[in-house]
């Protein structure tokens, strides 16, 4: 009981503190978290390249965008339950939180089995159909299986991960994500150097961490948040529940998986530039997404905040972390866009040493390093109305943009080679800031407004 009601205190930080220091103190672990998340397929990128050539590096190159639409759907159906159950939490409302825990362990469980079994019978077929040779394919899917056998585990590790950051611990799943990202790299290098176990090696090693990962948080959950742990009679499907649970949870699942679909596809539109091309590019994207760490982290942050205050009922206050957020997301962008600037070839030279994957990965970094600033402002925009409970609005967006990204890759890149990736993936970020962001700024001064007049009438 100690330990519960200690978290409850962190929770009651985010309803009272003052937004900044409060905003850091909750998202500097989701941050850490996050980046140690990306270490998983960093270090699996770096360990494959170096012990095991060019063509594993490409087939697990050509296996991320697949791998990535799928773990977007389950962490994307997460944060839609995490809206919902920071709600609930802010309001204190315990018994339709167990309700919701409950239905959403259940379900989520069996839609990620679904996924699991449509990769493994559509896996192969798509990877062909972007064009990839049947080699790198072939270690692709070697590759994908052992992942997508696995796939509950990572389900189980980002639903109670998201759940106790709804509760108002965020502490714990980065404990949890640290130890098993060091866990990882060590199982990498001894399953592919020692025991040479190939690229089947890598997707053990994460499969592994993931299973302990989950596993550990279920325990911790269960010893430690009663108003979270639930006994066998609990485990039951509640129509009420579900219903509201697929409100949240699959307009943000679609948003995050669109924006997968579309990086897939416009990988397609380099293909016919040759596989070491491809590869830079996607080095230049797991550079990208570790760089989406930090602004990731401060907009999942600011959601569980929104979302506890809005149960709560102070309207004010959401609109106060709103514009901190922005804030804290400026500074970010500039930082990190300095060191892309700066340091393209030596970023993308971790990945490898050959001279047209490291040429190809330096354009793509070193053109966007000062644009991802509107990506992070359009992170934390999204992240406003998610925490709102506006999903489906996040989810239409982030679908027009993806259709601009992709149209405009296939009329550019046959000309400007990754450059017209660069042009169509900026120019899809800046409509999304300039028009949503727009309409944000209006429903932040509503909150105010709002939450004026009932103050007035409250007097």
Known sequence: MGQAAAELNKSEALLSGKPLPALLRFAVPIVLGNVFQQLYNIVDAIVVGRFLGDLPLSGISIASPVMDILYALIIGGTIGVGVLTGQLCGARDWERLRLAHATALLGGSAITVLFSVLGLVFGRRILLAQGNSAEACAQAMLYLTVILIGLICCYLYHYYASLLRAYGDSRTPFIVLLVSSALHALLDVLLIGVFQMGIRGVAYSTVFCQMLSGVWLIRFTHRNIPQLSLGRRELQLDARSGKMLLGFAWAAALQQ???????????????????????????????????????????????????????????????????????????????????????????????????????????????????????????????????????????????????????????????????????????????????????????????????????????
């Open 257 to 459: 998986a669109v924006v997968c679909i579309g990086r897939l596809l416009v990988q397609g539109t380099l293909t016919g530039l040759g596989e070491q091309v491809v590869t830079g590019y996607n080095m230049g994207m797991r550079t990208e997404q570790f760089l989406f760490c930090f602004s990731q982290g401060i907009a999942a942050a600011m959601v569980v905040c929104l979302s506890q205050n809005l149960g709560r009922g102070d309207q004010a206050r959401v609109q106060r972390f709103y514009y901190v957020s922005l804030r804290v997301e400026l500074v970010m962008a500039m930082l990190l866009g300095t060191v892309c600037f700066l340091f393209p070839r030596q970023i993308i030279g971790i990945f490898s040493d050959n001279a047209a994957v490291i040429a190809a990965g330096a354009k793509y970094t070193g053109t966007m390093a000062f644009f991802y600033l509107f990506s992070f402002f359009g992170e934390v925009i999204q992240s406003f109305f998610r925490g709102l409970g506006r999903l489906r609005l996040t989810m239409i967006a982030s679908l027009l943009q993806v259709v601009v990204r992709v149209v405009l890759s296939y009329l550019l890149v046959p000309v400007l080679g990754i450059t017209g990736i660069c042009v169509s993936v900026v120019t899809g970020w800046a409509l999304l800031v300039l028009i949503e962001g727009a309409y944000s700024l209006k429903k932040a001064k509503e909150l105010t407004l709002n939450s004026g007049k009932e103050a007035m009438t409250v007097g």
